[in-house]
């Protein structure tokens, strides 16, 4: 697994078509429970270099119910993004993934991630790449339709601040599938403590 980790990082596929040079963003070991699937580094975690250290990843673990600890516990997750790389900014925000990572590097990673008990899908890329047809014609309908795709999957709407108006849109997301998420994730990863009652 160290010797995988240390071949991603070293990856240039993309180099002559990324804004600044490769930095993969990826982070998993052979003992991950859950595996969270998103789409790119924005323009912080690229700096950073830690997967999710920015305002969505804020919200993603409330919306798990984990710790800052916990969700950096390779042990118990595993954090894969559909593009490890910054892809860059456009008129309407960050450009879409690369598709070189999802077939190049995937397969070779979760070919060692024997434990992995669920997989969060989050946005349309990481729900198109690995629910194939059975995805929805929109993200809303996918993400509504949520309890098809258990006890496989989790799929989860953007994280991005830009999402409140989706969030307001949608109430039955936080009303119905987040107790189910944090349940879920409670019953999997080992020492925290159990979800609020919403």
Same mark, same amino acid.
Request: aromatic residues 14%.
């Given at each position: 697994?160290?010797?995988?980790?240390?071949?991603?990082?070293?990856?240039?596929?993309?180099?002559?078509?990324?804004?600044?040079?490769?930095?993969?963003?990826?982070?998993?070991?052979?003992?991950?429970?859950?595996?969270?699937?998103?789409?790119?580094?924005?323009?912080?975690?690229?700096?950073?270099?830690?997967?999710?250290?920015?305002?969505?990843?804020?919200?993603?673990?409330?919306?798990?119910?984990?710790?800052?600890?916990?969700?950096?516990?390779?042990?118990?997750?595993?954090?894969?993004?559909?593009?490890?790389?910054?892809?860059?900014?456009?008129?309407? =925000?960050?450009? &879409?993934?690369? *598709?070189?990572?999802?077939?190049?590097?995937?397969?070779? %990673?979760?070919?060692?991630? /024997?434990?992995?008990?669920?997989?969060?899908?989050?946005?349309?890329?990481?729900?198109?790449?690995?629910?194939?047809?059975?995805?929805?014609?929109?993200?809303?309908?996918?993400?509504q339709y949520f309890e098809e795709y258990l006890p496989n999957y989790f799929v989860l709407p953007h994280l991005s601040p830009r999402n409140n108006i989706w969030l307001k849109k949608n109430?039955?997301?936080?009303? =119905?599938?987040? &107790?189910?998420? *944090?349940?879920?994730?409670?019953?999997?990863?080992?020492? %925290?403590?159990?979800?609020? /009652?919403?």
């Amino acid at each position: 697994m160290n010797y995988l980790a240390s071949e991603i990082k070293k990856c240039q596929l993309c180099a002559s078509v990324l804004p600044y040079a490769p930095n993969p963003v990826v982070s998993f070991s052979s003992k991950s429970k859950i595996a969270i699937i998103g789409q790119a580094p924005g323009r912080i975690v690229h700096k950073t270099g830690i997967p999710w250290s920015d305002k969505s990843g804020d919200r993603l673990r409330n919306w798990l119910g984990v710790s800052i600890e916990d969700f950096y516990d390779t042990q118990q997750f595993a954090l894969v993004p559909m593009g490890f790389c910054y892809p860059g900014t456009g008129k309407s =925000g960050d450009f &879409p993934p690369r *598709k070189e990572c999802g077939p190049t590097w995937h397969p070779l %990673i979760f070919k060692h991630l /024997k434990k992995i008990e669920f997989t969060i899908l989050i946005g349309s890329y990481a729900q198109k790449y690995y629910l194939k047809k059975e995805a929805k014609k929109t993200l809303t309908e996918t993400v509504q339709y949520f309890e098809e795709y258990l006890p496989n999957y989790f799929v989860l709407p953007h994280l991005s601040p830009r999402n409140n108006i989706w969030l307001k849109k949608n109430p039955w997301f936080e009303q =119905g599938l987040l &107790p189910q998420l *944090k349940k879920k994730v409670f019953e999997v990863v080992d020492g %925290i403590n159990p979800p609020n /009652k919403l």
